[in-house]
């Protein structure tokens, strides 16, 4: 059982930037990649950002839609994920969510392959 609880979400403005946290706690250990992924009213859910967590390179995985703008990184020493978000566009706002998959996946993308999830921290960007 994997707990994970995001933090920092908020309003900015367009250009603007963001910083979110994802507290992980239980049996960290057994995760294989920790991802956060957004999800905007009547949309489905999106991956944006994801990090293996079992490899020594700890390879890094973005949308197209965010590369060069977000970027996901790790503090194992503290069980905590984050993803630092600059130049936010109004279309980055959605619900984002941390995630954690607990065994290799074909589609690091998709949500259905994802085990335990936070319960989501608010992004708005507007002017």
């Known amino acids: 059982q994997v707990e994970l609880v995001e933090s920092g979400g908020g309003a900015v403005r367009p250009g603007g930037s963001l910083r979110l946290s994802c507290a992980a706690s239980?049996?960290?250990?057994?995760?294989?990649?920790m991802a956060w992924f957004r999800q905007a009213p009547g949309n489905e859910r999106e991956g944006v950002a994801i990090i293996s967590v079992r490899s020594h390179f700890r390879n890094t995985y973005y949308a197209d839609s965010v590369k060069g703008r977000f970027t996901i990184s790790q503090d194992t020493a503290n069980n905590t994920l984050y993803l630092q978000m600059n130049n936010l566009k109004p279309e980055d706002t959605a619900l984002y969510y941390c995630?954690?998959?607990?065994?290799?996946?074909?589609?690091?993308?998709?949500?259905?392959?994802?085990?335990?999830w936070g319960q989501g921290t608010q992004v708005t960007v507007s002017s």
């Open positions: 239980g049996d960290t250990s057994s995760a294989w990649y």
């Open positions: 995630a954690a998959a607990t065994e290799v996946v074909q589609n690091v993308y998709a949500a259905r392959q994802y085990a335990y």
